[in-house]
């Protein structure tokens, strides 16, 4: 069965510092990679997704994550943050067949002005 | 107006009671989903159904009961709620795909078990 793993609970980080928030995940295939936010009170967003093709995806809010294979990660990143993007992000894989996500267990992102 | 829409947003009820929360859909999608949240543990399939005729049991689909009313509409039940159910639930949607189709989330029910 797929797993995801969000090693990072909490991260901290300073407005205008990169971000990379990560995400392992466990799949036999070839995976079908989200990123979703959850800003406070919201429902979830897409960031980006990945299925195929070039490994680097670029999202909405300045958001790219990279597919790596022989790592089995897809790790979030963001050049220089915005106080904005302080949520709750959640990795989630799909397999292939059908539509259902297992989520990660989020990670929720602190930004100190 | 909002493309995934859930009723109510809040809720608190004493257990033993039966509960519904409701989901509607503009988004013309045949595939719904119900998820629960919790702290520290992600989200959590609890049922889904790829069209009107078709319902399926996800990861934790245990105490809880799902109806199909239409296309648009998509009703998770509690028929007798327990504290431990105590979480907030989203609806979603998709449309049909292989695994790359985006799934539309609502805002969330937020339902505390006494």
């Known amino acids: 069965a797929q797993s995801v793993t969000q090693p990072d609970i909490h991260i901290t980080v300073s407005e205008g510092a990169s971000l990379e928030l990560r995400c392992n995940y466990s799949y036999g295939a070839t995976p079908y990679l989200f990123w979703y936010v959850q800003s406070p009170g919201q429902g979830l967003q897409l960031l980006l997704k990945?299925?195929?093709?070039?490994?680097l995806v670029q999202g909405i809010k300045g958001f790219e994550a990279e597919f790596k294979r022989s790592q089995s990660s897809f790790n979030l990143r963001k050049p220089s943050v915005h106080w904005s993007d302080a949520a709750e992000y959640f990795c989630?894989?799909?397999?292939?067949?059908?539509?259902?996500?297992?989520f990660g267990t989020g990670t929720q992102l602190k930004v100190e002005l | 107006d909002a493309d995934v829409t859930q009723t109510p947003r809040n809720r608190i009820t004493k257990t033993g009671k039966r509960i519904m929360l409701e989901c509607s859909q503009t988004k013309g999608h045949d595939r719904m989903y119900w998820y629960r949240q919790d702290p520290g543990l992600g989200l959590r399939l609890i049922y889904y159904s790829f069209d009107v005729k078709d319902i399926n049991k996800g990861e934790i689909s245990d105490g809880y009961s799902v109806s199909r009313q239409a296309q648009a509409k998509f009703s998770l039940s509690l028929e007798s709620a327990i504290p431990n159910q105590t979480a907030l639930y989203f609806c979603?949607?998709?449309?049909?795909?292989?695994?790359?189709?985006?799934?539309?989330f609502g805002p969330g029910t937020r339902l505390t078990v006494l």
């Open positions: 989630a894989v799909a397999t292939g067949g059908g539509n259902k996500l297992t």
């Open positions: 990945y299925f195929s093709g070039d490994t």
């Open positions: 979603a949607t998709s449309s049909p795909g292989t695994g790359e189709s985006e799934q539309f």
